[in-house]
């Protein structure tokens, strides 16, 4: 046998179209912030209306 033996790239090129076209499939994470802030705003709007109605 030889030392320089050539290695056929099919089946890593079959594995990364597989991997690739996996990634592209996966729901995008959508960010918790605007469901942060408007519960803030709505507790900032909530303790607004009640320092009124004591004042």
Do not use: C, H
């Not at 030392?3 to 990634?23: C, H, K, L, M, V």
């Not at 605007?34 to 909530?46: F, R, T, W």
């Amino acid at each position: 046998m030889t030392d320089n033996q050539q290695i056929d790239p099919s089946g890593t090129t079959a594995q990364f179209r597989a991997y690739a076209q996996g990634e592209s499939q996966a729901p995008a994470k959508r960010s918790p912030a605007p469901i942060v802030a408007g519960i803030v705003v709505a507790v900032v709007v909530v303790a607004l209306v009640v320092w009124l109605l004591v004042r």
